[in-house]
């Protein structure tokens, strides 16, 4: 279904770009990334302007518009999505196949000579800049900061800013009050001999002053900016939200001063550029190239994304917390399939609202953290399927059906995957689902050294699937936040081309106290979908030696919820795999067994009985 007809809008666009009204000079091509002015992964929809201008509403695609043409980038997930979604005023070019060429050298085949190519500096991150203006001027043309944006220019109901409350974190839930948090940013800065760290991840803005929001769907974060200096906070928020109650919040930290968001990059020009500033090749372009080459000190990641990322022992107790009541929405959910599927009339869609409903009524429940992808049989290879109206399969006994969802609670965020039958697997169904879980538990059970990175271990939940030729094209693992963004940088286990943001930042060491997931998948076209996923934390493994005084890392899961016994091909474990897993069942029986106990759920608690048996 072609969602609207562009020709229109891209008319007024190509105008705006020729009279030069949102440039210094004429514009011959606008590059419009799915980014907003602090590269969230998702955007509120005033942000959405990929999308309004192509059509194409898929979470991942650069769109690019020249005079005569316009062309969308997208990835292997969005193919069949786009295809149906663009009209005939645009071009679909496919990453990642052969025959695609790269925006740059799509840009150099079409445009005149010496072509001014604009971008909305806010929406563009540092480091693509510079890469796309290196690649540009090497054929001739220039990348152009425009002085407005492009889009916002023709987009006549354009989504208002989103305005809603601010939510407070107590010390009890967050562990660390905001006091503390500037303490050891301050030892940081001096470390780099920085003035100013400008924060503008909003997920890292929400940590640091224990707020959150709901400016995004998803994403309990708010629109700001937060630069911190050797003696005073400086923070860009919309103002009317800094109601008495959160002014008093704030004033836990000396030196604060609440600024109207609109002013940030002026203050970061007229007052942070004149001493040493640290910043990140993450930020927007806009933000980086404010300051001075002579004044910036640059690191791949900020001390805060790093800071965020090992969690502290009361940021602990929430995840798992969270993720025992979390189990408890998702077996009664397990439970209802099981029992109502065979009887017919449930759809992909529907199932995902049962899903809902369910943890609804657990205690802390704010909100879902990701789209559900519930999905069933031939749409579960899509790996990022989520059903709609349209694209709604039912879920039948004949089929696996695979359910990837979690939650938003006040003191942790969760991201399950399960994948089961509600009728009679296949052999083969069954030989897939079993090489994914021995790679899930390889990884899960793994000891390794601190200092390993995320990627290295990438293999462990790959090698059983390789052994067989399988495979599968998504990252093995993404961090998780607390009450916070569910894809959390800097860790991340990749080493496929996935194409997804997090595969840049994965070069980091494994730590203790960190939540990654291990989510090894198999997808066979056209037919099934096969994901395995719990959230682990890293923690110290007890080994009877320590080569080089090392510490040796290992996993402990935190999302307890049974893996369907009648998906696996037994005789495909090893013992120790076996054990793992009638281990990990018996402490699904007694944490969420308990937990089902306490909420009174019987019936619920006798099918986990049955679920979590040893095999
Ligand atoms: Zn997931
Ligand atoms: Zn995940």
Redesign the pocket.
Known sequence: MKLKDTSKILQKLREVMEKGQCSELPLQAVIVPSSDAHQSEYLAPRDLRRAYISGFTGSAGTAVITQQNAALWTDGRYFLQAEKELDDSWILMKMGLKDTPSIEDWLSQVLPAKSNVGVNPSLYASNSWTKMENSLSKVGHKLLPTTSDAIDAVWDDQPKPPNNPLVLLDDSITGMPIKEKMTALRSEMAKKQADWLIITALDEIAWVLNMRGSDIEFNPVFFAYLMIGTNSVELFINKDLVTEKVKRHLDSMDNISVHDYSSALDFITSTCSLQKVWTFPGSSHAVVSAIPQSNKISTANSPVSMMKAVKNAREIDGMKAANVRDAVALCQYLQWLEETVPQGGVTECSAASKSLEFREKQDKFVSLS?GT?SSSGATGSVIHYQPSEEDNRPVTADEIYLC???AQYIDGTT???RTIHCGNPTDYEKECFTRVLKGHIELSRSVFPAGTKGYMLDTLARMHLWRAGLDYMHGTGHGVGTFLN?HEGPIGMYIGNSGRIVQVASDVEIQPGMVI?D?PGYYEDGKFGI?I?NAVLCVEADTPYHFSNKKFLTFEPIAYVPIQKKMIAKELLSAEELEWLNNYHAKCLEIVGNELKEQGHSSTLKWLKLQTSAM
């Open positions: 990701f992808i990837d969802s979690g991201d399950t995957t569910v997931t989510e994901r996923e």
